[in-house]
């Protein structure tokens, strides 16, 4: 299983940056995914889950109305869409799978809001 970030950066409040997992080695279909963030000396918190049927989502209270999780099974490609920044996104965004009975992590990728 590898899951690979992409999209991350430096970017202004109230901009928008659009966050991408690329992944391999599963039944990427099969299985629900999601978006994790860590704040510097924060836990890792749940951002976004997409289940296997695209329609059903959910979402943390904190980023509701400002970012979009979706995915593209034929791409194997699960994405963020994060609009209206706030210094408070600033933290490595991971992406996450529960497959098989595994915990699958990506490396991350940083995502900075400053101005």
């Known amino acids: 299983v590898q899951l690979v970030e992409s999209g991350g950066g430096l970017v202004q409040p109230g901009g928008s940056l659009r966050l991408s997992c690329a992944a391999s080695g599963f039944t990427f279909s099969s299985y629900a995914m999601s978006w994790y963030r860590q704040a510097p000396g924060k836990e890792r918190e749940l951002v976004a889950r997409?289940?296997?049927?695209?329609?059903?989502?959910n979402y943390a209270a904190s980023i509701k109305g400002r970012f979009i999780i979706s995915r593209d099974n034929a791409k194997n490609t699960v994405y963020l869409q994060m609009n209206s920044l706030k210094p408070e996104d600033t933290g490595v965004y991971y992406c996450?799978?529960?497959?098989?009975?595994?915990?699958?992590w990506g490396q991350g990728t940083q995502v900075t809001v400053s101005s």
């Open positions: 996450y799978g529960y497959v098989g009975t595994r915990d699958c």
């Open positions: 997409i289940f296997r049927t695209s329609g059903l989502t």
